[in-house]
């Protein structure tokens, strides 16, 4: 099942009650926008078996799971939502990769820096993006993802949001982060304009503003945008341009 929150409503994102309240109604388990066998060749090739890996927003999805199962080590799971985490705490007992804390992606200043080789992000940041005060919270948010991942490290952003809506937040220079972006479409659709997964494997050329080429076709509006944020060990690096 794929939800979406391309579309900004009433509803707080932001707010632990609202997610609480939703986990309690919704208990099947879900993944947001793609499952982990379209996103396998993205992780495997950005984000190593051993890394130490940071879930932001894992809510009750099954990517993590997945990935154990794809030899993966050492996921942390962490979600604003009390009520998933020890859904998903209780239903993982068993799997001694996996770890869960409740938590605000906002906030995470119980871990210290450099704790994480990978941190990925399916959707929260795009939820942020819906809730209240929607630009301090991505700032909180990617401040904290930049202090937490080690140089050389990848945060890894599955959203809905386009270059000319994400790059002003993930570009700034504080951050230190060498950035590609890939488009890959969404689940069932069958457009001829926009590429299978498998044909997704080269970043997508851009703009000395970090944004896609004005010549670019993209039939699919609701097609799924991973930006691969590489932090860099010295100097900022506001946006990689592709030849």
Request: hydrophobic share 35%.
């Amino acid at each position: 099942m794929f939800r979406d929150v391309s579309s900004c409503n009433s509803y707080n994102y932001g707010d632990a009650l609202y997610w609480d309240a939703r986990y309690i109604q919704e208990a099947e388990c879900f993944d947001w926008y793609q499952r982990y066998s379209a996103l396998r060749p993205f992780v495997r090739k950005y984000i190593p078996t051993s890394s130490r890996i940071l879930m932001v927003g894992c809510g009750n999805a099954v990517m993590s799971e997945d990935m154990v199962k794809d030899g993966y080590e050492e996921i942390m799971n962490i979600d604003i939502s009390t009520v998933a985490i020890e859904m998903m705490g209780r239903k993982h007992a068993h799997i001694p990769q996996l770890k869960y804390m409740q938590m605000d992606v906002r906030d995470m200043s119980l871990f210290p820096d450099d704790s994480f080789g990978s941190v990925i992000d399916k959707g929260t940041l795009d939820s942020l993006m819906c809730g209240t005060d929607a630009p301090l919270s991505a700032s909180q948010m990617l401040g904290e993802v930049s202090r937490l991942l080690k140089p050389g490290g990848v945060y890894m952003l599955i959203t809905y949001g386009d270059p000319n809506v994400r790059m002003p937040h993930l570009s700034r220079p504080v951050y230190n982060w060498k950035i590609e972006l890939y488009i890959i479409p969404r689940p069932g659709f069958e457009g001829k304009a926009m590429p299978s997964i498998e044909s997704c494997s080269e970043p997508i050329p851009l703009s000395e503003k970090g944004l896609l080429p004005p010549d670019f076709v993209l039939e699919d509006p609701d097609c799924h945008y991973i930006y691969i944020c590489k932090k860099m060990d010295e100097g900022p690096t506001i946006v990689a341009l592709n030849p």
